[in-house]
């Protein structure tokens, strides 16, 4: 996976930007996948925007990523579900955690769904974000 991302360096979130990832956090923690990929999307070009550094972007994008995931898995879109599998994990593989969130335990919880393409036996509504310090909920 490389060299980890140093996660001490990282801004806190503030204003509007933080508004938009709790916005996302709270639609993608009660299954809406679809409105937390757009209110991260925002957040996203929000940081393109202030020219942000680029491993925090490719974070955003990762994690609009991990909700595309789920709704292809809900979706039943093996070929969807396949392929965000390899950018999530091109795009998160570094993180330990982020903004409170555990992203490397997230990341392992998205594999699982990656792996279960195909079979459908995990239900993409049960999941939550692992947040810091909190038990992995199966």
Do not use: C
């Amino acid at each position: 996976m490389g060299e980890a991302i140093d996660t001490s360096e990282i801004p806190h979130l503030d204003g509007e930007e933080l508004a938009l990832w709790e916005a996302g956090l709270e639609d993608f923690d009660h299954g809406r996948y679809w409105h937390a990929h757009e209110d991260w999307e925002d957040l996203w070009n929000a940081h393109k925007r202030r020219h942000a550094p680029e491993d925090e972007i490719l974070f955003i994008q990762g994690m609009i990523q991990t909700a595309a995931l789920l709704l292809n898995h809900e979706r039943k879109k093996q070929r969807g579900v396949d392929n965000l599998t390899i950018k999530v994990n091109a795009k998160l593989g570094k993180w330990g955690s982020v903004w409170g969130i555990d992203i490397a335990r997230h990341l392992e919880q998205m594999n699982r769904y990656g792996d279960d393409s195909g079979t459908w036996d995990l239900d993409a509504q049960s999941y939550v974000l692992v947040r810091t310090g909190r038990e992995v909920q199966d």
